[in-house]
């Protein structure tokens, strides 16, 4: 009875293998690996490296699939910021069965540094005694001389100089920090402690500061990564060519983690999205019989169907729209049908389905607010 108990073992031994990271990463039979050395050359060593490090620092990552790891890794090094959490640009951390891909404020100071439009850049918390005032267009005067990193922090500044000359300095208060974490984080309104708005609360006032302040008044291009960047901060994906999902935030990059840790969150939503998706060949499991078919499709499905039957008209558009549940579908749809990559539509087409993508959103989260006051 040995042999066929061995042969059980070997056999389950080699299909084990085949589901972990180094798998992926390294084997000729990979889906990937070829993928990696197309988009990454010379650099797809060092990548695999960073990963296999990155999957070995803790635990948490052996719940992750290997493909959503590999996902988050490849927009890390599409934007070239390094994943080790001691430099503070970037992390992939796990959350769930997913990889969450992160940007630290120093990741966008990079970024913009690295378009040459920019000569320099400074962020910093402000105390009581370096705050002067306002000139008389609003602008914050800082007393950079009367800075003090001992003293507690009454606001946070962020100021840069265009190669051009032009200099914006922006100034905003501590309150109008915790409002925005208030509005716009999970985690921040939960009160838990172990969320970085709580562990690291200055350096998420910077980051949200300076991201804010580049979206409103800084010069971008698609050239310079940062509609990128923006975009897949705080996000997830289940395989490198999926759509993102942003699983611990309300709004795209409205938080980071600055000491990555896996929150403790209810997982149970984003299991069932999760669902809708097809595991690789290698990480099938078993599945129970699929429930009689229904009118209303699963959201992440209807995605994956936008994608391949682009392009497609307003009408149907519109159709589309009315069945996404969910506030981050209609995000993902929106990049389908109207993202930086997609080039066959006009800038007022464009325009339009943003417009309707935003009304659905609207339209969900006062659905969200209406059930709620129905509950109490």
């Known amino acids: 009875m040995s042999e066929p108990t061995n042969g059980n073992n070997n056999a389950e031994q080699g299909i084990a293998k085949r589901n972990t990271l180094r798998w992926y990463l390294e084997s000729t039979e ?3 690996q070829a993928r990696i050395n197309q988009l990454l050359g010379q650099r797809a060593p060092q990548f695999a490296a960073s990963l296999m490090s990155l999957a070995h620092s803790s635990t948490s990552f052996e719940k992750v699939r290997p493909s959503s790891v590999i996902a988050a890794g490849v927009i890390a090094a599409t934007l070239d910021l390094p994943i080790d959490k001691n430099l503070g640009f970037a992390w992939i951390i796990p959350y769930g069965e997913l990889a969450q891909f992160q940007i630290g404020y120093k990741g966008y100071v990079q970024l ?17 005694e370096a705050l002067g005032g306002f000139d008389n267009i609003g602008d914050p005067l800082i007393k950079w001389d009367q800075l003090d990193e001992t003293k507690e922090a009454i606001g946070y500044a962020f100021a ?3 190669t051009t000359g032009f200099t914006k300095v922006v100034y905003w208060p501590k309150k109008s920090v915790e409002a925005h974490a208030q509005k716009y984080s999970q985690a921040y309104r939960a009160k838990k402690k172990d969320s970085p708005w709580f562990t690291e609360f200055d350096k998420m006032a910077l980051k949200t500061l300076i991201t804010i302040s580049l979206k409103r008044w800084g010069i971008m291009s698609v050239e310079d990564r940062f509609q990128l960047a923006f975009e897949r901060d705080q996000s997830a994906a289940i395989d ?3 759509s993102p999902i942003y699983p611990d935030a309300d709004e795209p990059g409205a938080t980071e983690t ?5 929150p403790a969150a209810d997982l149970s939503e984003l299991t069932e999205k999760l669902n809708g998706i097809s595991k690789p060949a290698a990480e099938k499991e078993p ?27 307003i009408d149907q558009i519109k159709e589309r729209l009315a069945v996404a549940q969910y506030v981050s579908d209609v995000r993902a749809l929106r990049l389908v049908w109207a993202g930086p990559k997609v080039t066959e ?5 464009k325009q339009a389905i943003n417009d309707l993508c935003d009304a659905r959103i609207n339209e969900i989260k006062s659905a969200g607010t209406a059930q709620k006051g129905s509950k109490q």
Request: hydrophobic share 35%.
């Open 160 to 162: 840069w100089r265009l």
């Open 258 to 262: 600055t000491e990555p840790t896996a």
């Open 287 to 313: 599945q129970p019989e699929p429930p009689p078919p229904v009118t209303q499709q699963p959201a992440l499905s209807l995605v994956t169907e936008a994608a391949k039957t682009e392009p497609m008209t």
């Open 240 to 242: 490198v060519d999926a």
């Open 112 to 128: 913009a540094l690295r378009s040459g439009r920019y000569a320099g850049m400074n962020a910093v918390k402000v105390n009581a």
């Open 345 to 349: 539509r006009t800038d007022s087409e």
């Open 30 to 32: 990979s889906p990937y």
